[in-house]
T-cell receptor
Framework: SQTIHQWPATLVQPVGSPLSLECTVE??????LYWYRQAAGRGLQLLFY??????ISSEVPQNLSASRPQDRQFILSSKKLLLSDSGFYLC????????????FGEGSRLTVL | AQKITQTQPGMFVQEKEAVTLDCTYD???????LFWYKQPSSGEMIFLIY??????QNATEGRYSLNFQKARKSANLVISASQLGDSAMYFC??????????FGTGTRLQVFP
């Protein structure tokens, strides 16, 4: 069966520090991968998605970047965090098939102080 | 523009009663998919139910059913026989590309004894 994991689960970082959140998927090959952010009390905003190694699409201009160095690995990064980067980050994968549901990781809660 | 709207920030329901969570959507694409996800306090997003735009019957998954009214562009989630464990945030989502989903702002459901 397919599983998705992301880490760290919780992160408290000072403004201006770097960020790296990692997500890996097991049990499937060539998944579509996504990074969403959920601000407190709000819905999910799509940040990045990837349909293959090295292929990254950005949905909104921001202080963050994403990379996909391996087929089942997706990384969210920042060189210098802003206060506004605080939130709950969710990684997800999808098969790209007809129904198109996404399956999510456990989430990473980032607090920038 | 493609959009998902959930107008109920919060809902209360007594245990064993049924509850309907509202969702309306906007798209000009003839082919689309609608989803409901549950987000408990732990933060992970749990896929509940799917409805395709060409599906003739309303989707059902156990105690969950989706009241799909295409002409009204609504896709309400009905939870029958509510349980205390149903207390969570519920998000409606729509597929806009092959498994790229946009989400509503969510409804917080609280089930009381």
């Amino acid at each position: 069966s397919q599983t998705i994991h992301q880490w760290p689960a919780t992160l408290v970082q000072p403004v201006g520090s770097p960020l790296s959140l990692e997500c890996t998927v097991e049990g499937t090959s060539n998944p579509n991968l996504y990074w969403y952010r959920q601000a407190a009390g709000r819905g999910l905003q799509l940040l990045f998605y990837s349909v293959g190694i090295g292929q990254i699409s950005s949905e909104v201009p921001q202080n963050l970047s994403a990379s996909r160095p391996q087929d089942r690995q997706f990384i969210l990064s920042s060189k210098k965090l802003l206060l506004s980067d605080s939130g709950f980050y969710l990684c997800a994968w999808g098969s790209g098939r007809a129904r198109g549901e996404l399956f999510f990781g456990e989430g990473s809660r980032l607090t920038v102080l | 523009a493609q959009k998902i709207t959930q107008t109920q920030p919060g809902m209360f329901v007594q245990e064993k009663e049924a509850v309907t969570l509202d969702c309306t959507y906007d798209t000009s694409d003839p082919s689309y998919g609608l989803f409901w996800y549950k987000q408990p306090s732990s933060g992970e997003m749990i896929f509940l139910i799917y409805q395709g735009s060409y599906d003739q019957q309303n989707a059902t998954e156990g105690r969950y059913s989706l009241n799909f009214q295409k002409a009204r562009k609504s896709a309400n989630l009905v939870i029958s026989a509510s349980q205390l464990g149903d207390s969570a945030m519920y998000f409606c989502a729509m597929r806009v590309d092959t498994d790229k989903l946009i989400f509503g702002t969510g409804t917080r459901l609280q089930v009381f004894p």
